[in-house]
């Protein structure tokens, strides 16, 4: 914006300056053009003088020499009959036909231009005095007054230019203002506000962003009392469901709802937890394992991929993957992506697990998914499914930079992927089985 306007003060200002400046430069060679035939004009007014005075050969010849057009040989008497008295720049014919109009003319002579004053002596003789004007005398002084008038053009405008970038930078400041206050409250600052400075139309700008900026923290104030609100309501329910667990026999099924349950319970509290805080302070440098993560999450969903002889295999996992996410979202993201191959694939199915630092594909050799697109779209996945696990899956990609891929795997099924910041790539590191 800043250098747009500065093109803009530099183009006005360029045409007004040439609008101006082309017609003085002509306007200053026109003047000096006419000076020299002013000088010439006296010059000849002065022979004129002596001609009416005394029309002696003698005296004529040293009224030419005298002056100093004649001494530098610019000067001529033109009496009929005779030679020319002085040096002559014009052919006979030009003064004959000045002679016969007996007006004063300026007439084109080689190297410059000649100045005829036509007389008529006492004696009826027409007498035409010739001065003789050098090109460089009718330009003299014209290349300083153009270099002078250039100089002042380039002052003029690089003086606007500047003052209009002087007045630009306080706009471009103040825009910049705006965009980094934008910037910085989609970062998660809600406590962000402007100052409105500049045009008034920036200040409208501003208070727009502050009131804007009021709403969405009182919007998300309200979200997060009522994700409380829920949380609290689900303890009861979670509660009573807990004290059916502990009736239930010992038994891999009960351990399963056990786990399913401390799972539930902790999640609650991550939620309780995390809609009280803001969005910097609930995520703030929280990070995590991925790998660990998924050999926690492998051991519950192992007991039930035995019980449906269901044959499964982890590649890779030999080094740490630290996500920048709380353990908490990271292990929504592995159960949605377990979930969803014991969810959609028959008994018996078998799945694979990679990771790496690419992050975490799961490939199963189920039916496959035929629409991806409607897969994450809630409500809409179709096959008995509402869409949100993939969804949650896409959305924890999102705060990674990452992305959720959905494609055919080369079990036969479906890939399901939460990557990082590339694809992953099949690690070469021995298998291990499951």
């Known amino acids: 914006m800043r250098w747009a306007l500065n093109r803009l003060a530099l183009a006005i200002t360029s045409m007004v300056a040439l609008a101006f400046l082309v017609p003085l430069a002509v306007a200053t060679r026109q003047i000096a053009y006419d000076r020299a035939i002013s000088d010439a004009r006296q010059q000849a007014t002065s022979m004129v003088t002596v001609l009416g005075v005394d029309s002696d050969l003698v005296t004529l010849t040293n009224a030419v020499a005298s002056t100093a057009a004649g001494s530098d040989g610019r000067l001529a008497l033109h009496l009929p009959g005779i030679d020319p008295i002085g040096a002559s720049h014009l052919s006979k014919a030009t003064v004959r036909r000045a002679a016969e109009e007996r007006r004063a ?3 084109e002579a080689v190297g410059g231009v000649a100045y005829l004053q036509p007389t008529v002596l006492t004696d009826g003789r027409t007498v035409v005095v010739e001065v003789f004007v050098p ?5 003299r002084g014209v290349g300083f007054a153009w270099l002078a008038l250039g100089g002042l053009a380039i002052v003029l405008v690089g003086g606007s230019t500047l003052l209009a970038d002087r007045l630009g930078s306080q706009l471009v400041r103040s825009t910049r203002q705006l965009a980094a206050a934008s910037r910085r409250l989609g970062g998660g600052e809600l406590n962000e506000r402007m100052t409105p400075t500049g045009p008034r139309e920036l200040r409208d700008a501003a208070s727009a962003f502050n009131t804007m900026a009021d709403d969405l923290r009182r919007l998300l104030d309200r ?3 009522l994700a409380a609100d829920l949380s609290h309501r689900l303890r009861t329910p979670l509660t009573g469901l807990r004290l059916d667990v502990e ?7 009960a351990e399963r ?5 401390d ?3 902790e999640e609650l509290e991550a939620i309780i937890t995390g809609a009280r805080l803001g969005s910097i302070e609930k995520r703030g440098s929280q990070q995590c394992d991925l790998v660990e993560v ?5 051991a519950f969903w192992s007991v039930l991929a035995e019980d449906q002889e269901r044959p499964w295999e982890v590649v890779g996992g030999n080094e740490q993957v630290l996500l920048p996410m709380p353990a908490g979202e990271v292990i929504l993201v592995v159960d949605a992506l377990l979930g969803n191959v014991f969810s959609h694939t028959p008994d018996g199915t078998a799945f694979r ?3 790496s630092a690419g992050g975490l594909l799961v490939d199963d050799a189920g039916p496959g998914i035929p629409d991806p697109e409607r897969a994450v779209t809630r409500g809409f996945s179709g096959a008995g499914s509402t869409g949100l696990g993939l969804d949650i899956v896409r959305r924890a990609a999102e705060t990674v930079r990452g992305q959720l891929v959905i494609d055919r795997s080369p079990l036969g099924g479906a890939r399901i992927g939460f990557l990082l910041h590339a694809p992953v790539p099949e690690p070469a590191e021995q298998r291990r089985r499951r």
Do not use: F, N
């Open 294 to 298: 998924l050999a926690d999450r492998l």
């Open 353 to 355: 697990v990679s990771v």
């Open 257 to 261: 709802m056990r786990q399913a349950c």
């Open 135 to 139: 090109g460089e005398e009718t330009r």
């Open 263 to 265: 799972l539930l319970d």
């Open 105 to 107: 003319a300026t007439a």
């Open 223 to 225: 979200e997060r009392e």
């Open 247 to 253: 009736a239930m026999p010992p038994g891999p099924i």
